[in-house]
C-alpha cells in the first residue's frame, strides 16, 4: 500500500508536526477507541476459497429462482432476455458511467433510446433518466408539482404501498428542501378497491398541489374512472400525478391520454433481474411543455443535428437545473442514480416493442385472473376485485382462521414463495396476503400453489 513504508509514515508524521499515529487520534474519547484485545478473524487466504464460501452460503439460501414466487409488492419477478444481460455487461457500456466525453461509447445515444422508447409507451414526450426507485419517482413529481403550483398540500390514496408512502413521506416532509409538504389522504373504497371521485372531490381545495394516482394501485386493481379523477384534480387548479406498471400499458390506455400531467413508475420489470435491495429504478414523465421540463430535477437527454450535414448527436440538456449542474440549488437532489438500468431498459423495449408488450401484458392479466379465480374457490379463501387485477391481487384468508404468516410459513416448506403478508400495513388487510402472477407462473406452480393451500388450509 502507498506509504506503509516505516520510512514514508515518519515523513508523514513530520509533515504535519506530530510524534505518532497515536496523537492524531488523541482527540478520539478513550471510551470510544477500540478494545485492542479484539482478535482478528482468520482471512481468506486463496480467490478459490473465497468462490467455495460464498457459493456454499448462497445455495443455502431462498430465492425467487429456488422456489416457486407468488411474492409481489412492486418488486416483480419477469423474464429477462439473455441480450439485456449481455449488452449492459459489455465494457463500454458498464463502464461508462460518467465523466469525460472520451468515456461516451454510445451512453447517451442508449440513454436517448430508453427515453424516447419509455416515452412512447407512457404516451408523453419528455423523460427523464431514471432515478432510485418507484417511490423517489413520485417524491420527485409531487415537489414537481408544488414548484409548478406554488401550493402545499398533495392528495394520496390510503392504500399506497407501505414503503412507498415512506419514501413519499420523507420528500414531502424533509427539513434539507424549502417548504415541507402535507400529505392529505384520500380513502378507497373497500368495496371496489379504487378510489371514487366523489370521495376524492372531498378531500379537494384550492390548496392543493397535486393528486397522485396508480393504477394498477397497490392492491393491484385497475382504476377505471381515472379521466373523472384526473377532470376532479384539474378542476382545483392541482397537478394529476399517476403511478403506473409500464407492463400494464402494454394493453391498458396511458394515463396521460386521460390528462394525467406527470407519469412515474417502475422501470424493473423491463429486463432488470430482481436483486436483494437493488434491480429498481423509478421514471419521471411529463408533456412536452417548458413549464414542466424546467422543473425535472434529473438528467435529460436530447438530439440534435451536428456540423456535418445529416448527421445527429446526443447529450445532455438542461444540465443546470440539476443537483449535478447546480449543487445545492438544483432543482431536488438527485445524487447518484441506475443509468446502467437505462440501458437494460431499452434493450428490453427494443426486443419485445408494442406487439411484444401488448401479448406481455395480456399474458400477465390471463395468468393472475386464472389464478385468483382458483384461489377464489378455496374454502375460506376469498379474492377482491377480481375483475379489475393485472398481475397483482389480494387474497384473503381470515375464512380460514390461520394468520398469512403461518401460511406462509406452511407454504415454504413446500418450496412455494407466499404472498406477500399486508397484515398491519393497513386497516382491514389483516390475515390478508397480495399475490403475483407473472408469464414466469406457470399452469404446474398454480396446481402446486392450490394443492398446498388445500394442505395448509385443512389442519
Not at 92 to 118: C, K, M, Y
Not at 262 to 290: K, M, N, T, W
Amino acid at each position: 500500500m502507498a506509504n506503509s513504508a516505516a520510512q514514508s509514515g515518519q515523513a508523514l508524521l513530520e509533515a504535519v508536526g506530530v510524534a505518532s499515529a497515536e496523537e492524531l487520534f488523541a482527540q478520539i474519547p478513550e471510551r470510544d477507541r477500540a478494545d485492542d484485545a479484539i482478535a482478528a478473524r482468520p482471512g481468506i487466504r486463496s480467490e478459490l476459497e473465497l468462490r467455495r464460501m460464498l457459493e456454499g452460503r448462497l445455495r443455502g439460501g431462498i430465492s425467487t429462482d429456488s422456489h416457486i414466487s407468488f411474492l409481489g409488492g412492486g418488486y416483480w419477478k419477469h423474464y429477462v432476455p439473455a441480450l439485456c444481460d449481455e449488452i449492459a455487461a459489455r465494457p463500454e457500456i458498464s463502464t461508462s458511467v460518467w465523466g469525460t466525453p472520451s468515456s461516451d461509447h454510445g451512453r447517451n445515444q442508449a440513454w436517448f433510446e430508453f427515453t424516447s422508447q419509455l416515452g412512447a409507451l407512457l404516451d408523453l414526450e419528455f423523460v427523464g433518466l431514471p432515478v432510485y426507485s418507484w417511490g423517489c419517482a413520485a417524491g420527485h413529481a409531487l415537489r414537481m408539482a408544488a414548484r409548478l403550483t406554488g401550493r402545499s398540500v398533495v392528495v394520496i390514496p390510503s392504500n399506497v404501498d407501505r414503503e412507498r408512502r415512506l419514501v413519499i413521506d420523507t420528500y414531502c416532509g424533509s427539513r434539507e428542501l424549502d417548504g415541507a409538504l402535507t400529505v392529505r389522504e384520500v380513502a378507497v373504497d373497500p368495496a371496489t378497491g379504487t378510489v371514487s371521485p366523489a370521495a376524492l372531490t372531498a378531500v379537494l381545495d384550492d390548496d392543493v398541489a397535486a393528486v397522485y394516482l396508480e393504477t394498477p394501485n397497490s392492491w393491484g386493481v385497475i382504476e377505471l374512472e381515472m379521466a373523472a379523477l384526473i377532470e376532479a384534480t384539474h378542476a382545483v387548479g392541482a397537478e394529476a400525478v399517476v403511478g403506473v406498471d409500464p407492463i400494464a400499458l402494454g394493453a391498458l390506455a396511458s394515463p396521460a391520454a386521460a390528462g394525467a400531467d406527470i407519469l412515474v413508475g417502475s422501470i424493473q420489470p423491463l429486463g432488470i433481474h430482481l436483486y436483494a435491495g437493488g434491480g429498481v429504478g423509478g421514471f419521471i414523465a411529463s408533456r412536452d411543455e417548458e413549464r414542466y421540463a424546467r422543473e425535472f430535477p434529473t438528467l435529460q437527454v436530447s438530439i440534435a443535428p451536428t456540423l456535418r450535414e445529416g448527421e445527429r448527436a446526443f447529450g445532455m440538456t438542461l444540465f443546470a437545473q440539476s443537483s449535478y449542474g447546480s449543487r445545492e440549488l438544483g432543482n431536488d437532489w438527485t445524487g447518484n442514480s441506475v443509468y446502467l438500468w437505462a440501458v437494460r431498459a431499452a434493450v428490453y423495449l427494443s426486443l419485445l416493442g408494442p406487439a411484444g408488450m401488448r401479448e406481455l401484458a395480456e399474458t400477465n392479466a390471463a395468468n393472475a385472473r386464472a389464478t385468483a379465480e382458483l384461489l377464489d374457490a378455496l374454502p375460506g379463501v376469498s379474492v377482491p376485485h377480481l375483475d379489475r387485477v393485472f398481475k397483482e391481487f389480494v387474497v384473503d384468508f381470515r375464512g380460514t382462521g390461520m394468520p398469512v404468516a403461518d401460511i406462509n410459513a406452511a407454504l415454504l416448506t413446500r418450496g412455494i414463495l407466499g404472498g406477500h403478508d399486508l397484515t398491519g400495513s393497513h386497516d382491514g388487510l389483516d390475515g390478508c396476503a397480495l399475490y403475483c402472477v407473472t408469464e414466469l407462473t406457470t399452469e404446474a406452480d398454480v396446481r402446486a400453489l392450490i394443492t398446498a393451500l388445500e394442505e395448509v388450509t385443512a389442519r
